[in-house]
């Protein structure tokens, strides 16, 4: 699709892919604990380490019920729900689950990225425990805080074999992981569990926000983009922005250091809300690195502008975008889209798609202020991801829960507030997972899939709105038609592609009698003007073309005559057929 055409619209198609309820796995599924060796003791000090941790009074942290972890090309996707993941595969068209895991401990994962070229899918659970699992799901390693010598929560994980070649050759697959003090941690691993090897480089980034809520990594552009708290950060770091929030940019260079490029303050709420928590802090680099996008627990949008000349961003407001294009533009449902945002993802460079608190899913092109209506339908708990190396290509996991007196429908939390150790826990055992993708067509292959799904006035409209000839409704219309004397009327009649109306001529075999004499009658009068008694000056091969067809359906009707005549005992009484699609069948055979 054109940018031009981009500007105007965006279609889609959507497909269902695949629908599971939560389902509990016990026994757990066997898993390996070559790091995680060291007998009861060391378990009771892991626990009593989480639960001092956990039950501390001042402590508040955030917990996704639903999550949705997509490699890089798309060839995995993983739905973590609670305590269970379930891998799918591309190759099955992810109907299947090509693999599942169940975590013994019941902490719910908040966070996972793939190493596609290893195929390892690394996640963080709740009580901050890393897990390394293959496709199939079974598990290479796992590793808690204190074996990596974290003080603080892990925020999340990088994958290391997406950038460099000697990664890609090497047989270890590695990650970085992100505390939420700054510091970063790197585990290496081979995809067998009795080969597994924890390497616990810790590394500090002094520039790095003191508190860190969120992180996103594009290995395409080679940027991380950090969001944390401001406290601390120096005025001079920062320039004229302010705020009690950092935003800020590093680029990866080729031995894989980080170095800093731009930071900016603005107000956002990332953590400790006396309300409850509308989303999990999230942060988007768009696929061509132009702008960044970021998400508060209120459900507030940051957008952000890259200027990669004068290494700067600027904080780009959507509502001043929209009112920039005039104020009969403006309407209350798009200044409304700006804000009760539940997940977000983009859909290229400039358009995104935002997940509302109501369950709704639109786009909105925030270079235009354009915005785009996605679904009628309401969803009832939304997350958004997309495949990182393909625009206009994205997923969404939708799920449903039994309605009770206080939950509307559209109305479900995602995100749920932990503080001091206690929470009120949604039942996910009552969870049902829907995963939906939504993925860009042209507009000929829009045509074509509202045509194939029988959606005849929709591909109409679709025609006359693009231009594109209407026949192929009509051919549609036909051929899942009687092909009957109504049939021929309104479809078969009105198509001007006469090869096409001769060949079904020729070919089908109405299911009656006057359904057969029908299509010969009116496969007659379309080669009328093409009799054999009537000369013409330039005899080219179509017109030959369309006398041989005419000369078949003359045959044809004499031998359906000839059938009438036998089965109605003129010619033989003991000769009947009372089938006349098999007869018809059998005529073209038996008489040349």
């Known amino acids: 699709m054109s940018s031009s055409m981009e500007e ?42 989480d639960y001092r941790s956990n039950s501390s009074k001042s402590s508040t942290k955030l917990r996704k019920n639903l999550s949705l972890f997509i490699s890089l090309r798309g060839d995995y996707v993983a739905v973590a729900s609670a305590n269970q993941i379930t891998i799918l595969s591309k190759e099955n068209d992810y109907q299947q689950p090509h693999g599942t895991f169940t975590s013994g401990g019941g902490g719910v994962f908040t966070s996972g990225v793939w190493s596609e070229f290893h195929g390892v899918l690394g996640v963080v659970d709740a009580s901050d425990t890393v897990y390394l699992i293959k496709v199939n799901g079974e598990e290479i390693m796992r590793i808690n805080k204190r074996q990596l010598r974290a003080s603080s929560s892990i925020v999340g994980l990088i994958p290391q074999d997406g950038d460099d070649n000697d990664a890609q050759r090497s047989c270890l697959c590695r990650f970085v992981v992100i505390t939420a003090d700054g510091c970063l941690h790197l ?4 995809k067998e569990p009795s080969a597994s090897v924890l390497n616990s480089g810790l590394k500090s980034l002094g520039k790095f926000p003191k508190d860190v809520f969120c992180f996103d990594y594009s290995s395409e552009c080679s940027l991380l983009v950090v969001v944390g708290s401001a406290v601390g950060i120096s005025q001079s770091s920062v320039g004229n922005s302010a705020g009690s929030c950092l935003l800020s940019l590093w680029c990866r260079s080729q031995n894989l250091d980080l170095e800093p490029l731009i930071s900016i303050q603005f107000e956002g709420l990332y953590s400790k809300s006396k309300d409850a928590a509308l989303s999990c802090p999230k942060v988007l680099i768009s696929p061509q690195g132009t702008y960044v996008a970021t998400l508060d627990i209120r459900g507030c949008l940051h957008i952000f502008k890259m200027d990669k000349e004068s290494r700067s961003l600027l904080s780009f407001a959507c509502e001043e975008q929209l009112c920039s294009q005039g104020s009969n533009n403006i309407t209350n449902e798009q200044n409304e889209l700006l804000k009760d945002i539940v997940d977000f993802t983009w859909w290229s460079d400039r358009i995104m798609t935002l997940a509302k608190h109501g369950g709704i899913l639109a786009m909105l092109d925030i270079g235009t202020g354009l915005k785009f209506q996605e679904h009628d339908h309401l969803y009832s708990m939304l997350v958004l991801d997309r495949i990182q190396q393909f625009q206009g290509r994205i997923f969404v996991l939708d799920s449903k829960v039994p309605s009770k007196p206080h939950r509307e429908s559209g109305n479900v939390y995602n995100v749920e507030q932990i503080t001091g150790g206690r929470n009120d826990q949604l039942d996910v055992s009552q969870l049902h997972w829907s995963l939906i993708s ?44 009687g092909h009957g004397k109504d049939g021929i009327n309104m479809f078969l009649s009105n198509i001007k592609d006469r090869n096409f109306v ?11 009698e006057d359904a057969v004499k029908a299509l010969l009658s009116y496969g007659l009068q379309v080669t009328d003007q093409f009799r054999f008694s009537e000369s013409e000056a330039d005899e080219g091969s179509q017109i030959w073309h369309f006398r041989m067809a005419r000369l078949q359906l003359l045959q044809f009707r004499d031998r359906l005559e000839t059938y009438m005549g036998i089965n109605m005992g003129s010619l033989c009484a003991g000769f009947l057929y009372r089938n ?13």
């Open 438 to 481: 939504v993925s860009k067509r042209s507009v000929p292959e829009m045509y074509n899939i509202l045509i194939s799904n029988c959606k005849y006035q929709a591909a109409l409209d679709f025609a006359n709105h693009h231009g594109l000839d209407g026949e192929e409704v009509l051919k549609s219309q036909w051929l899942h038609s």
């Open 8 to 49: 105007d619209e965006v279609l889609y198609e959507t497909r269902l892919h695949i629908s599971r309820p939560y389902t509990s796995n016990y026994p757990p599924l066997p898993h390996s604990n070559k790091v995680n060796q060291g007998g009861f003791l060391s378990m009771i000090k892991d626990k009593w380490s």
């Open 580 to 592: 006349i699609a098999n007869f018809v069948l059998y005529l073209s055979v038996k008489l040349p």
């Open 187 to 190: 585990i290496e691993t081979s």
């Open 502 to 512: 001769l060949s079904e001529c020729v070919d089908k075999v109405g299911p009656t």
